[in-house]
């Protein structure tokens, strides 16, 4: 095994100190709202491993087959000397990358990038079994808040799959983009994977299955909630709904108060009333269309050289250079 290194960039305390004001300010907004971040506790986050398994969330299968078909000309494109890997979690679709790069020679060394340490060290250590040759150095950040704490390479490509890009609005997707970029050396790269805009009954469904996993995965966060700021959610109160926004061409999963609610939030000293029937706004998941990812990032000055996409056009895979 090849000695491996870990930069912790986020501490327990700054998460705490983040949630907080992540939380005070979103249930004292109107209307009320949690971002997803907090959804990924380890409940949670096995939760989400149970949505990607489940028949109507087509997205992570569609990227894996995506990048299954492409990962050899993404690493002969690429020619790549480092990988990182922005939210890399348990690093499942990364080992397609990895086997192609292997193939492709230029690959030396792997960073992935989480915010749950956990999590990295585990995918980690697999990893360093699997690739004795390869060189690993984990980071324990926040893929807003530390890019410019990457490891520098020769020639870097940042992967960031699965479609997070859409969990940001659309001010925050653009600074995160300009940050990336300005990290970026001329001709270092970016793999983005994108949900496409499709049928929105298809798109309903990926965020409201029938075994109501996404359900308990939407209430997750309350949960989170009454654990680390001591709250009394009760939680099955809190009904699941996804809905395509039209307009914004996102699906938004929100929390419906089933009933008058009133929430002891004891760590923030805050109280918060919930009428019956109001909803909260805890994640936006943004589809694209091919002409706005191009925007996105000619918008954050990188240049699209390649574009993959499945033969239904439900996900893209695209290669920019900075
Ligand atoms: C992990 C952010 C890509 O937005 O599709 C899955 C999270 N939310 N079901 C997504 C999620 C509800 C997922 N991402």
């Not at 870990?6 to 005070?24: P, S």
């Not at 949670?44 to 050899?72: K, N, Q, V, W």
């Not at 990182?84 to 230029?106: I, N, P, Q, Y």
């Not at 995160?176 to 469904?205: K, M, N, S, W, Y």
């Amino acid at each position: 095994m090849s000695p491996a290194l870990l930069d912790i960039h986020l501490t327990d305390g700054d998460a705490d100190a983040a949630l907080r004001a992540d939380v005070r300010a979103g249930l004292t907004a109107i209307p009320k709202q949690l971002p997803p971040k907090w959804f990924y506790d380890a409940r949670g986050s096995e939760l989400f491993e149970r949505i990607t398994e489940l028949p109507e969330y087509y997205p992570t299968r569609t990227e894996r087959a995506l990048l299954d078909h492409s990962a050899d000309e993404i690493a002969v494109a690429s020619g790549a000397d480092t990988l990182v890997e922005l939210g890399s979690g348990s690093s499942a679709k990364t080992r397609l990358l990895l086997d192609a790069f292997a193939r492709a020679g230029s690959l030396r060394r792997y960073v992935p990038q989480d915010v749950s340490e956990a999590a990295l060290r585990q995918a980690m250590d697999a990893l360093a079994a699997e690739y004795p040759k390869l060189e690993l150095h984990g980071v324990v950040g926040d893929f807003t808040s530390h890019l410019d704490r990457l490891p520098r390479g020769d020639r870097r490509m940042v992967a960031f799959l699965g479609g997070t890009i859409g969990n940001l609005r659309p001010v925050e997707r653009a600074a995160f983009l300009h940050q990336l970029r300005a990290v970026l050396q001329p001709g270092e790269q970016l793999l983005l994977g994108t949900g496409l805009v499709i049928e929105e009954d298809v798109l309903v469904r990926a965020y409201d299955d029938s075994a109501g996993v996404t359900a308990d995965f939407n209430r997750n966060v309350l949960r989170v909630l009454n654990r680390e700021l001591r709250a009394d959610f009760p939680v099955e109160a809190f009904a699941h709904r996804a809905v395509w926004n039209a307009d914004e061409e996102w699906i938004e999963m929100r929390l419906v108060a089933e009933r008058d609610v009133t929430v002891t939030l004891t760590e923030l000293d805050l109280q918060v009333r919930f009428a019956k029937g109001e909803e909260m706004c805890t994640e936006i998941s943004a589809k694209f269309r091919p002409s706005g990812v191009r925007a996105m990032l000619a918008d954050a000055d990188f240049t699209v050289t390649r574009v993959w996409t499945d033969p239904e056009d439900r996900f893209a895979l695209t290669l920019a250079t900075a």
